[in-house]
């Protein structure tokens, strides 16, 4: 706000009062907002270290058994077994607000199967299979529960960037333009007040000579 | 060249090409070799060994492992037709009748992929015609518009009765598994009636078959170990006709200690070297170990039948399945080594 466009006047000084208390207000609730968004961070933070750890855990022994899979039943028998698989895993997608901001629950069903449920037999086929399903399986839910919690920090993350954003513009800007504009009123108005006495006494003066 | 018809020479004819092919298999020194060389070494050995033709043959449209492994696989096709053309009389039936469980893994195959969408190439690939249905059979199936219409193809096959009945049901579930298990069932159920029809060496292919089925029943047993799933929902995922009634394979495959199950099942198997077998799984070990173990108390015990009865079904069974575990272990090695799994976990799945 540049100086010349302030208007000098009482009812002026009073609005700008009315706006840095409102400003100092949303500047405390701001950074109350952003010091809890960062704790819930930290908190989903060490949760995502904890999933990607066991996430790249699953990947592994996923690889290792599609590939013991692999060595016993090559990869004919692993394929003629993937053919079987008709049920697709579903995901059911809600939201949640944590401080305001929205993010993601993801709820997965048909993940988890017994082997009499995935759609191959049991009589043409041997256990590495199972153990295959059983690890992919695994590491589908955890891809699931990851997505949650990934997507949960980042939106976290974004939140906390644009609070950050305002709470520095209400602290940097906004708020010393507005204590700079009240004063330079305050000043201007002084001043005013100052020239008027002056210019009574000069009146009185003359009427008095 | 001679030819031997009549009496009891095709029988001892077919029964010595069937030693002479086992004697040629790989022994456990060439696997024990194998493991220690890298992936390049064992390619180079298989290409030397008498799978040249095949890789050969595929070398245009495949590469690498995959063409070792398309190789392998088709070689035991070749082999068991090979077997077929050579096999006489009685024991061509059986043989016939015994090499049916690959028709089940290709029409499945076929139907399931077709259902999924593949293509006629990638179905193609997972093929291995080693049953009864040739390849043009086959081809001919992949190449038709729908999974209906190549089901139409199987009319008048054994397989088609169980197909019929339960194919709606699966696809409106989505799931074949219980089409493949009654198939499988329905397999071996023709194969008892087969071998109790009153021909001719019915008896040894019946002890083969009540083998194979106790053998696929106890491994179900221990790979349903530790899943919470009741007796009900695995009801027809056991084979009938041999040493356990669907019952007591119900009831038995909820027994939880180690021990019992190991007792209980002791006190009704008939073959000595199964009992041996089982005595070795007092103790727990992964489901894979269980597998391999009982796989190879199979193998030796049939192939004691096939020293005791030279001339009969058994040099030619103990022949079909040794052939395709060499299969299977090449396959092992190559995959396992292309994998980089260490040799000694590529050893505890090979069958030797």
């Known amino acids: 706000m540049a100086l010349r466009d302030v208007k000098p006047t009482r ?52 690889q290792e058994m599609i590939a013991i899979a692999d060595t016993v039943e090559g990869a004919i028998g692993v394929k003629a077994a993937a053919f079987s698989v008709g049920d697709v895993p579903q995901i059911e997608l809600k939201s949640k607000n944590i401080m305001g901001v929205v993010v993601p629950e993801i709820k997965s069903s048909s993940v988890r199967k017994s082997p009499t449920e995935r759609g191959y037999g049991l009589i043409g086929t041997s256990s590495v299979i199972d153990e295959a399903a059983d ?37 940097f800007k906004v708020i010393p333009e507005l204590t700079e504009a009240r004063d330079f009123i305050k000043m201007r108005l002084d001043e005013m007040e100052r020239e008027e006495l002056f210019r009574l006494k000069k009146i009185k003066a003359r009427t008095e000579a | 060249m001679s030819v031997v018809i009549g009496g009891p020479a095709p029988y001892v004819y077919v029964c010595t090409r069937m030693r002479v092919r086992k004697s040629k298999l790989l022994p ?25 033709k095949e890789i050969d043959e595929l070398a245009s449209s495949f590469d690498g492992i995959d063409l070792v492994e398309e190789a392998l696989s088709w070689n035991l096709a070749k082999e068991f037709q090979a077997i077929l053309a050579i096999t006489p009389g009685i024991l061509k039936q059986f043989t016939k009748s015994y090499l049916r469980r690959w028709d089940i893994q290709n029409v499945l195959t076929i139907i399931r992929g077709k259902k ?39 009319k008048n096959l054994p397989l088609y009765s169980v197909i019929e009945r339960e194919y709606s049901a699966a696809v409106e579930s989505g799931s074949f598994g219980r089409l493949e298990n009654e ?11 087969e071998a109790t029809s009153g021909l001719k060496g019915g008896n040894q292919f019946l002890k083969s078959i009540q083998l194979d089925i106790d053998i696929r029943n106890i491994k179900t ?35 939880e200690t180690i021990d019992e199950l190991v007792d209980t099942l002791r006190k009704k198997v008939k073959s000595p070297a199964l009992v041996d077998a089982l005595e070795g799984l ?48 090449l396959r092992a090695l190559a995959r396992g080594k292309q994998a980089n799994l260490p040799a000694e976990r590529i050893e505890n799945y090979l069958v030797i």
């Open chain 2, 28 to 52: 456990r020194e060439e696997y024990l070799r194998m493991l220690n060389m890298s992936l390049p070494q064992i390619t180079r050995l298989i290409e030397e060994m008498e799978y040249k």
């Open chain 1, 11 to 62: 009812s002026e000084l009073i609005a700008l009062k009315r706006r840095i208390k409102l400003s100092e207000r949303g500047y405390k609730l701001l950074k109350m907002k952003r010091d809890g968004l960062i704790l819930e961070f930290f908190k989903i933070l060490e949760q995502a270290k904890d999933t990607r750890d066991e996430l790249a855990r699953k990947y592994e022994r996923a």
């Open chain 2, 282 to 329: 007092r103790e727990e070990k992964p489901i894979h170990e269980v597998e391999n173990s009982l796989t190879r108390a199979q193998l030796d015990y049939m192939d004691r039948l096939s020293k005791r009865n030279p001339f009969s079904i058994y040099p030619i069974l103990v022949y079909l399945e040794k052939k395709k575990y060499e299969v299977t272990n």
């Open chain 2, 221 to 255: 047993i221990f790979r349903l170990r530790g899943q919470a799933i009741s007796a009900e929902e695995t009801s027809d995922v056991w084979i009938p006709g041999a040493s356990f009634s669907v019952d007591e394979l119900k009831r038995i495959s909820q027994i």
């Open chain 2, 183 to 193: 198939l499988y069932r329905q397999f071996y159920a023709d194969l008892i009636d």
């Open chain 1, 135 to 171: 690890a992919f399986e695994d590491l589908l839910e955890s891809i699931i529960h990851s997505a949650e919690i990934e997507t949960t920090m980042k939106r976290l993350l974004d939140e906390i960037e644009s609070t950050k954003r305002r709470v520095n513009a209400l602290e």
């Open chain 2, 116 to 154: 999924q969408g593949m293509s006629a190439g990638k179905i193609k690939e997972v093929v291995v015609p080693a049953g009864s249905l040739d390849v043009l059979f086959l081809d001919r199936m992949i190449a038709e518009e729908s999974a209906e219409r190549s089901v139409e193809m199987l």
